[in-house]
């Protein structure tokens, strides 16, 4: 007898199993009822009986308990045993500078002689002569340095090569709709940056509940983001939440004095004595034979994303310091969100009605390794242990063109709020590295760009033209054989062409894909199927590079004055990670100015 379990003769007899009178069906129930049939999965520990559960993190106000009721510290030890250590964690421990700054609590009555603000344990000293701050690139991250370094005092230019989001939402309309691509209004250029017609996924890997994360999140919810983001498990915004609170983020900040310029493009730094001392900037709708205007600032803060290819290059003219970092690429898959709905919730699926019941729409996040083989060396390493994995997941979502010219062709995927579309897309990608940069190494710093822009040019190429895109279906693809039959339909506007995806890529990235979809179906059964299609190119992970920078000040290690920041610098993969790393540089820029003398 184990645990309740007697075995005798092949059988085994399960005692005392347990199930809530008010769910138990009775004694006339003939058969094994679905509560008793749960309770039976529980005691043998069967894994596929396991019911679909929602995970709850609860924050108990231990303090207010504890006010109220002397009784309530007998709950909390009661308490104890069942969830670990219950912490306490007085106010203002959840309260740091960061967030109350953030907040906007900070702004309190100036003291007699209007010298300072005291934010806790750090102050806030308006300067003499405000220094002026260039901030390049109005994504996350720029959005979010030019907000701390207005508050504390700075004078903040914010230049931005696109459009405002009003003007860039009509720009991506007649992409989709005309296949025009504007080189500097697109999904990866204009106001809010790259993520702003995105799934706007609120994940980081640096933890949700960082002082930094919540401060952005808090700062996202009083910009108009739905309040529902601070206490989701997984967060998303979706492009119609986003480009009204970047509205709000626009009006707040030309409201501190920010001067806000799109459609100007930063084509070079003004730099004398190893120092920067300012940019000098184009019309970028004016573009090849625009008048270039130079502009003068104490600091220059670069948050030109992943996609500033043309800015690289300027770096390296002088001489900045750049080296290239691993990154990702592979194809975007595409199944009916139904279909994925059925695999990951079985009968609930039923539930689900389109982001409109009580069941969200199903998503998915999948890690495989690839050939953990024996490595000798750094080399074999690489080439042997690859990691496959699903990335920017939309459920309800359709695939959009990410390219910036006509000649390279990339792919993302983008939702709105709802969730609502029939399909479910995510890219599929494979770790590469700088070994496998090898033959673009006559480019130095920039062989992971060329490297991306090889693959990109293939699919342009695959796809026939005029954004079309190279497409294949699953079983094929892993067949190594050309679609015959007619594609199953896909959410891109601009259309597919039936292509070999499978001669696209190398065949480590090649193999490692086919390999790690096969694992990926043994653990979702259904994913490999006639409906699914594959979409390529998926290159624009993360960025192909990394800009040095020193770890206190954020400043460059090449160059003074510059503050590479955001995903594009290096130093963060998504819209929160880079939201709060343009914060930090923030706090830390205005330390160096002299306009602040807290800790951060
Ligand atoms: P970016 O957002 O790339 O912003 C850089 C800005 O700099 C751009 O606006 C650009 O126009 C400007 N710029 C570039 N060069 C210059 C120059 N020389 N002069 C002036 N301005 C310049 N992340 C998530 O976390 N969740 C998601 O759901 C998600 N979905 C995505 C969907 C799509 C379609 C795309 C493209 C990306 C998505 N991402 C998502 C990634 C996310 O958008 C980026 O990680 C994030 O935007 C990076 O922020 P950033 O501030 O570093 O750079």
Not at 251 to 277: M, Y
Request: aromatic share 8%; net charge neutral.
């Amino acid at each position: 007898e184990e645990g309740g379990v007697a075995r005798e003769a092949g059988f085994w007899r399960l005692s005392k199993l347990a199930v809530p009178a008010s769910e138990d069906p009775g004694k006339d129930f003939v058969g094994v009822s679905p509560p008793l049939l749960q309770a039976i999965a529980k005691a043998l520990k069967f894994p596929v009986l396991k019911e679909p559960q929602f995970i709850y993190t609860v924050d108990v106000d231990a303090k207010k308990l504890l006010d109220m009721e002397p009784r309530t510290w007998d709950f909390i030890a009661r308490l104890e045993p069942k969830l670990g250590a219950v912490e306490y964690m007085p106010d203002e421990k959840v309260a740091t500078d960061l967030i109350s700054m953030l907040d906007f609590h900070f702004k309190g009555s100036d003291d007699e002689q209007g010298t300072s603000y005291t934010v806790n344990n750090g102050s806030i000293c308006p300067p003499r002569k405000k220094p002026r701050v260039a901030v390049v690139g109005s994504g996350p991250s720029g959005l979010f340095a030019s907000l701390v370094l207005a508050e504390l005092g700075a004078e903040v230019t914010l230049l931005e090569r696109g459009q405002p989001v009003e003007q860039r939402g009509r720009d991506i309309g007649a992409l989709a709709v005309r296949r025009i691509l504007q080189s500097e209004s697109n999904f990866c250029f204009g106001e809010g940056g790259a993520g702003t017609w995105s799934d706007g996924k609120l994940v980081t890997r640096i933890g949700r509940n960082a002082d930094g994360v919540q401060a952005v999140m808090k700062t996202l919810v009083y910009f108009g983001g739905p309040p529902n983001i601070l206490v989701d498990g997984r967060p998303h915004l979706g492009t119609d939440k986003l480009v009204p609170l970047l509205r709000n983020f626009r009006n707040h900040l030309r409201e501190l004095g920010v001067a806000i310029r799109f459609n100007t493009r930063v084509d070079d730094l003004i730099v004398e004595g190893g120092q920067v001392k300012g940019v000098v900037v184009s019309d970028s709708r004016l573009q090849p034979c625009s008048v270039d205007q130079k502009l003068s600032f104490d600091a220059v803060v670069l948050a030109v994303g992943h996609s500033a290819r043309d800015t690289y290059s300027m770096l390296l003219r002088h001489n900045v310091d750049i080296t290239p970092k691993n990154f990702s690429v592979g194809l975007r898959i595409e199944h009916p969100q139904e279909l994925i709905n059925n695999i990951q919730y079985s009968e609930l699926a039923a539930e689900v009605r389109r982001g409109r019941g009580r069941i969200p729409v199903a998503d998915y996040k999948i890690v495989k390794s690839i050939g953990e083989g024996d490595a000798k060396s750094d080399t074999e390493q690489v080439e042997q242990n690859r990691s496959c994995y699903s990335f920017c997941m939309c459920p309800g979502g359709q695939v959009v063109l990410t390219s910036t010219n006509s000649s390279e062709l990339c792919i993302n995927g983008m939702s709105f709020s709802r969730r609502a579309s029939k399909w479910a897309n995510s890219a599929l990608v494979v770790t590469v590295s700088s070994h496998d940069f090898k033959p673009f190494q006559s480019h130095g710093s920039l062989a992971g760009v060329e490297f991306q822009r090889e693959y990109e040019r293939r699919a342009a190429i695959m796809g026939g033209g005029n954004f079309v895109v190279p497409a294949q279906c699953v079983t094929d693809f892993i067949g190594n054989r050309l679609s015959v039959t007619s594609l199953p339909p896909s959410s891109y506007r601009l259309g597919v062409n039936p292509s070999k995806l499978h001669e696209l890529f190398p065949p480590y990235i090649t193999e490692a894909l086919q390999q790690s979809i096969i694992m990926i179906d043994k653990e979702m059964p259904g994913f490999i199927s006639t409906e699914a299609l594959l979409h390529g190119v998926e290159t624009r992970t993360s960025s192909p590079l990394q800009i040095s920078r020193h770890n206190d000040s954020y400043e460059s290690t090449s160059l003074q004055g510059l503050y590479p920041i955001g995903e594009g610098a290096g130093y963060a993969g998504g819209i929160l990670s880079a939201a709060v790393d343009g914060m930090y540089c923030g706090f830390a820029l205005a330390k160096q100015l002299s306009l602040f003398t807290g800790d951060i």
